[in-house]
């Protein structure tokens, strides 16, 4: 792995060559812009316009610069815009890269503008400027742009088999990795025999659903066990979670107070309850199912931000990746869709968040309060990138999580992830 021991899920590319690539091909490309005093695509020429009307986002981009890392090859605001205006003319694709040992290899690139703001968002600077609702403003409008561009026809033209296109060799065995199965077998396909697969956009191939053949509900007694909501890898449990807590320090505690956007009467019924959170990669299939059966109490969407992470020291030695290391704390900053759904008999009321992160903070809720839902129901889907979820279970709720549940390893959705008892109420701390 490029960076860390940690496996990132498509987030960053497994392939170090993979990486250098696409920076340095972007870096290459903006600077001929730069040169020829290229004109900015008008999505990004707003955006342009946003900042330099900030003085203060004018300064805090440039401290960016100065703080990051030194692998950060993207050093001026202007070169940046080039390079967005790089991306949002185009689909996510793959790129193709020469390994040390001169084997050929490629990955999809599903959250480019992550990767190229990644090192600028670990940084004080960084941190201050991508939590500025001002920020959160002109970066939303760019973004709800290249995603409208993200449902047209053109959209599609990486929906290729051939080299570096997503359903080439190389892209369908990443597409596959992690038991996610045979992309043919698993995923609604509108023209299987079609080069695209049929689907008609970039969107509509984020967005494909899964067969129910290749991700069936495993039977169980009502009411004992929980399901998987999301395709996910698993990222953590936290037990005795508590209203209002320090998730800001190392170790980033869940604060339900926060999590759940102030509502202080959802957050106390789940006061010494359970947290699982799992993240989703670019590569993963979108959608959210219920993990329980029940009744949908509420069901919001939360603006927030896009592009915050904590600032920490790096892992391994490599600064990328604070954005990924930053997920508990995501829960409370970044947009998101949260769910509450009443179980019937003792699991009662079950939280789902869906956390919205960087390109794919777009949260679609398929649901509203009074539907009855049974497990994996469709609840809602993210759209045009990579994201994070959280499910939130109340003090009484003792969850015996299954073997192969554990951090790190991918979980496919409507999985049981968990065998439920109840706990006495003397027993409850």
Known sequence: ?????????????????????????????????????????????????????????????????????????????????????????????????????????????????????DLLINTSAGYTLFNMGEFNSAIKKLLNSWGEYLTTADSA????????????????????????????????EPDPKAVNKGYASWDAFFTRQVQSSARPIEQAPAGTVVYNACESTVDRVRYNVQTHDKFWLKGMAYSLYDMLNGREDIAKQFVGGTVYQAFLGPNDYHRWHSPIGGKVVDAILVPGTYYAALPDDGEDGYMQGALIRSQPWLTIAAARAIITIQAPGPIGLVCFIAVGMVEVSTCDIRVKPGDSVSPGTELGMFHFGGSSHAVIFGPHVKLAYRNEVKPEVHQRVNKILADVTIKNKNSIN
Not at 87 to 111: F, Y
Not at 161 to 184: H, K, M, T, V, Y
């Open 157 to 188: 033209k990486t929906l290729t088999n051939e080299a570096g296109g997503w359903f080439s060799p190389l892209g369908l065995s990443i597409l596959q990795a992690d038991e996610r199965g045979n992309f043919d077998a698993t995923y609604v």
């Open 1 to 117: 792995m490029p960076f860390g021991s940690r496996p990132y899920n498509g987030w960053l590319p497994s392939s170090r060559a993979v990486y250098n690539k696409f920076i340095n091909d972007l870096l290459e490309e903006a600077t001929k812009r730069h040169e020829q005093n290229a004109q900015h695509v008008a999505s990004v020429a707003e955006f342009k316009k946003d900042i330099e009307a900030n003085a203060t986002m004018v300064g805090l981009f440039n401290k960016s610069f100065v703080q990051a890392s030194s692998e950060n090859l993207i050093t001026s605001f202007e070169i940046l815009l080039q390079v967005l205006d790089i991306i949002v003319s185009g689909p996510p694709r793959c790129v193709q890269a020469i390994e040390s040992d001169g084997t050929e290899t490629h990955e999809p690139v599903g959250v480019p503008i992550y990767i190229v703001l």
